[in-house]
């Protein structure tokens, strides 16, 4: 019970009941230890006045007037005169005196609790004003023993109550919160479970009904939640087979297409003028549509595997690519540059950052390519103390607003003629998975960076 809400509260509130009620504790047993004395003194000037009325007052009588009134002598003190009223026997020494004439709230405090930590029976005098100005102070001597056992009696009854009162309270809100939160919440829980176990369901989306701004506020958000959430399964569903429909038809396509790129070869065989002019743009269009179908069938099927880290060498990973690239771009002036330090190690999987690294190399050397003239990419990386960074650098024509937009959308973000945008798509998830980012660093007409993040996080060499 103590780990629910309504626990909790039920507890809290008792202790917070508890702690008030000390706290009105200290002034009250204050102020019944100043209205006992008080009385005591009330009651002396009573005694006191009965002497006044008759001066040859028995000892028996005398005696019982200062038994009546709790004390031991009465002094008052009338037109700059002290003069003993009533006296008695004193059985110790007085010691000490208070004067209520003088004290403020923290003095009345501090003796109350003072007496009650004294167990010990002492004879005190008390100072006070007479009641309605009858002379000019009035002075008793008593004992502290009856005074600390009324003012005992009197803080237990105060705690007790003070126990009812809070534990009353506390089942009160106990119930409370019950009704009005725990309750709700109860039922936004059971929403979320029905909803969890059946999402296609209906009847798991929540209806708010709250009456609590926060409960209601808090209904309408998991509604909204459900609602996009809904959408966005059915969605995925209907996209699923869509893909699976397109892959179907890709697979047929590519099959039809691969036997017109036969006859196309023969084709351009032929000694017919306008065939052989004709033919290399009908190869080149058929080649394009071949590799869109592959592409299509190559990222629906593909399911990249976790990557296997380990400590690669990150310079020589890049020869590799310079070696291969500059193999495929023979005919042209493009130049690849290894700028990564020798001995620069990180933390990855070799072959994902090798198809990574690579693919950025070759979409900047056609980049550079389709404007006909030279340039040059340029691999770098740097060590830092959180990550390991990797640049890509062209001296290209930039990327154009379309692409920039869908840098990293599969089947939109392709700049170059025929292309089909995965290239970048793959890469960014191959990426992901090592906890990093691709992103554009810049691009224009002076050419296009693009940077590789690496964390090294836990795992840093």
């Known amino acids: 019970m103590l780990n629910s809400l309504s626990g909790r509260f039920l507890v809290l509130t008792t202790v917070f009941v508890m702690l008030a009620e000390v706290l009105i504790f200290v002034p009250s047993i204050s102020r019944f230890r100043l209205d006992y004395l008080s009385e005591r003194l009330e009651r002396a000037q009573i005694a006191s006045l009965a002497l006044l009325a008759d001066d040859m007052l028995e ?13 031991y002598n009465v002094v008052l003190r009338r ?22 004439r003088m004290a403020n709230a923290f003095t009345l405090i501090g003796d109350a609790f003072q007496q009650l930590a004294s167990p010990e029976n002492r004879i005190i005098r008390v100072i006070g004003a007479p009641v309605r100005d009858a002379g000019l102070l009035i002075e008793i001597t008593i004992e502290t023993a009856p005074l600390r056992m009324a003012m005992i009696d009197y803080g237990v009854r105060i705690l007790l109550l003070s126990a009812v009162i809070s534990i009353f309270t506390a ?26 176990a059946a999402p296609e369901d209906a009847r798991g989306i929540i209806q708010p009904n709250a009456g609590v701004i926060e409960l209601r506020e808090a209904e309408e958000a998991l509604l909204q939640l459900q609602t996009e959430l809904t959408h966005a399964l059915r969605q995925r569903e209907r996209l699923a087979q869509l893909g699976g429909a397109v892959a179907k038809i890709s697979h047929d396509l590519r099959n039809i297409l691969t036997s017109a790129q036969l006859f196309t070869d023969r084709i351009e065989m032929s000694e017919d003028p306008l065939v052989r002019r004709l033919a290399p743009k009908l ?49 042209t002036e493009v130049s690849i540059v290894n700028a990564v330090p020798k001995g620069l190690m990180l933390r990855g999987d070799a072959e994902q950052l090798f198809r990574v690294v690579m693919n950025l190399v070759r979409n900047a050397r056609q980049a550079i390519v389709s404007t006909g003239q030279s340039g040059q990419v340029t691999i770098s990386a740097r060590d830092e103390d959180d990550a390991w960074w990797i640049t890509v650098q062209d001296t290209g024509p930039g990327l154009p607003k379309k692409a920039q937009d869908n840098l990293f959308t599969p089947f939109q973000g392709g700049t170059r003629k025929g292309g089909s945008g995965l290239g970048l798509a793959i890469a960014a998830e191959l990426i992901r998975g090592h906890g990093g980012v691709v992103a554009l660093g810049e691009t224009g007409p002076a ?10 996080g836990d795992g840093a060499i």
């Open 59 to 71: 000892t028996e009588l005398e005696a019982e007037l200062l038994e009546n009134a709790g004390v």
């Open 79 to 100: 037109d700059e005169i002290r003069q003993l009223m009533l006296s008695s026997p004193i059985p110790q020494a007085i010691a000490g005196t208070y004067d209520l």
């Open 171 to 196: 089942l009160l809100l106990f119930a409370a919160v019950r009704v009005f939160l725990v309750r709700p919440i109860k039922g936004v829980v059971g929403y979320m479970q029905r909803y969890a």
């Open 283 to 331: 190869v080149n269009s058929i080649t394009r549509a071949v590799s869109l179908c592959e592409g299509t069938l190559a990222f629906g099927r593909a399911e990249e595997p976790a990557p296997t880290f380990a400590h690669v060498p990150l310079c020589e990973l890049v020869n590799d690519i310079v070696e291969s690239e500059s193999l495929a771009a023979t005919d």
């Open 447 to 456: 050419g296009t960076i693009f940077e590789i993040r690496l964390p090294k």
